[in-house]
């Protein structure tokens, strides 16, 4: 069974630039999440989502982060402009019921 | 929200030794995660504990749901080189307008010396 897809795997960007990120999760998991992991610290959850509807974004900072998940399928998270203090992993996961089952990430750096 | 005390916060041992990890918290979980990070990868579940006082073994790890359900613990018994890493634990509530919502540690980094 395939994993959690997600791209790119890094990505270095300036401040004030935007950048998006892809996730694809397991076939068959309705619920799909984005977290942000800084490092030395866990998972903290942005956004998730039930097939295409949000759940809970509350962790979300919407002025400047967005995040899609068009036909409940694939997921796409986007930050414009980005600040230093984004730099971080983007983890995706995605689940049938508790267990979140995580991508690679995405390691962004901001310069 | 949520807090999540995970410690020790790093461990070095020898090759051979166990190790106990644990995670505690003020709020009362419904289940109990622990994954396992490797360097560039996304954690990777080890243990789900679903109810209080469950003791669940997976190979050299064994993981146990706290009576009280605010605490969980790991153990690896005799650590191999591959063992290292950073240990995740996650509280989730699975009732009520809670139901979904997950916490993770800070995450319990383990080095182990051949």
């Known amino acids: 069974e395939a994993g959690v897809a997600q791209s790119p795997r890094y990505k270095i960007i300036e401040k004030r630039q935007s950048v998006a990120f892809w996730c694809n999760p397991i076939?068959?998991?309705?619920?799909l999440y984005w977290y942000q992991q800084i490092l030395g610290q866990g998972p903290k959850l942005l956004i998730q989502?039930?097939?295409?509807?949000?759940?809970?974004d509350s962790q979300l900072p919407k002025d400047r982060f967005s995040a899609e998940r068009l036909k409940g399928v694939d997921s796409t998270l986007k930050i414009q402009p980005a600040k230093l203090e984004d730099s971080a992993v983007y983890l995706c996961?995605?689940?049938?019921?508790?267990?979140?089952?995580f991508g690679p990430g995405t390691r962004l750096t901001v310069l | 929200g949520q807090q999540l005390n995970q410690s020790p916060q790093s461990m070095f041992i020898q090759e051979g030794e166990d190790v106990s990890m644990n995670c505690t918290s003020s709020?009362?979980?419904?289940?109990w995660l622990w994954y396992k990070q490797d360097p560039g990868e996304g954690p990777v579940l080890l243990i789900a504990l679903y109810k209080a006082g469950e003791l669940t073994s997976n190979g050299r790890l064994t993981a146990q749901f706290g009576i009280t359900r605010k605490d969980s613990f790991l153990n690896i018994s005799a650590s191999i080189p591959s063992d290292v890493g950073i240990y995740f634990c996650?509280?989730?509530?699975?009732?009520?307008?809670?139901?979904?919502?997950?916490?993770f540690g800070d995450g319990t980094t383990l080095t182990v010396k051949p």
């Open positions: 709020s009362i979980f419904n289940t």
């Open positions: 996961a995605s689940s049938l019921a508790l267990v979140r089952f």
């Open positions: 989502f039930q097939n295409n509807g949000v759940v809970d």
């Open positions: 076939s068959g998991h309705a619920t």
């Open positions: 996650a509280g989730l509530f699975s009732r009520n307008t809670n139901a979904g919502k997950s916490t």
